[in-house]
T-cell receptor, first 113, second 115 residues
Framework: QKEVEQNSGPLSVPEGAIASLNCTYS??????FFWYRQYSGKSPELIMS????GDKEDGRFTAQLNKASQYVSLLIRDSQPSDSATYLC?????????????FGRGTSLIVHP | DTGVSQNPRHKITKRGQNVTFRCDPI?????LYWYRQTLGQGPEFLTY????????KSRLLSDRFSAERPKGSFSTLEIQRTEQGDSAMYLC?????????????FGPGTRLTVT
């Protein structure tokens, strides 16, 4: 069964530190990878997408992809208390004739002042 | 507001009743997805539409669940004979898929409570 694995946390970091969130996936042919942020009681909000090996930066966020290791990560620099949320990793995995987004359980991040 | 909208936002129903949820996607998006999410879990895929065609349906989806997307615009998700285990957040997302790639944008969700 195809899986997307995340450490559920919580990951606790001090304000201003770098938060590192990790995700592994099982489907070797996956081509599209996404990170979402979800505040308690709210719906997921897209942070970043990444499709090629290497790093992709957007403001304080950097996504890293290593297809050989089937690993994708999200770094948050200069973490703020407002970054406290659950971070969901999503991978487009092949199901039947389609690529369907499969989500991990999410990692809870707590940024303390 | 040009985002994805869902109605109702909350629904409380008694076991055995039927419920229907509506999703209005971002207007230029060609794909629409339905997910279910329970506490502590990521969104679980239910089904998706490419324009008006329903292309994939989760094997986990009971035959009590049905979805439609007439004319490729809004979509409805109906649950018949609701059970307590159906209590969850039902999320809709849409995307513009080109060349097999597209980012999904979620609506606010409909929270269902079955008593």
């Amino acid at each position: 069964q195809k899986e997307v694995e995340q450490n559920s946390g919580p990951l606790s970091v001090p304000e201003g530190a770098i938060a590192s969130l990790n995700c592994t996936y099982s489907d070797r042919v996956s081509q599209s990878f996404f990170w979402y942020r979800q505040y308690s009681g709210k719906s997921p909000e897209l942070i970043m997408s990444i499709y090629s090996n290497g790093d992709k930066e957007d403001g304080r966020f950097t996504a890293q992809l290593n297809k050989a290791s089937q690993y994708v990560s999200l770094l948050i620099r200069d973490s703020q208390p407002s970054d406290s949320a659950t971070y969901l990793c999503a991978v487009n995995e092949r199901t039947g004739g389609s690529y369907i987004p499969t989500f991990g359980r999410g990692t809870s991040l707590i940024v303390h002042p | 507001d040009t985002g994805v909208s869902q109605n109702p936002r909350h629904k409380i129903t008694k076991r055995g009743q039927n419920v229907t949820f509506r999703c209005d996607p971002i207007s230029e998006h060609n794909r629409l997805y339905w997910y279910r999410q329970t506490l502590g879990q990521g969104p679980e895929f239910l089904t998706y539409f490419q324009n008006e065609a329903q292309l994939e349906k989760s094997r986990l989806l009971s035959d009590r669940f049905s979805a439609e997307r007439p004319k490729g615009s809004f979509s409805t998700l109906e649950i018949q004979r609701t059970e307590q285990g159906d209590s969850a957040m039902y999320l809709c997302a849409s995307s513009l898929v080109q060349g097999g790639i597209g980012e999904q944008y979620f609506g606010p969700g409909t929270r269902l409570t079955v008593t």
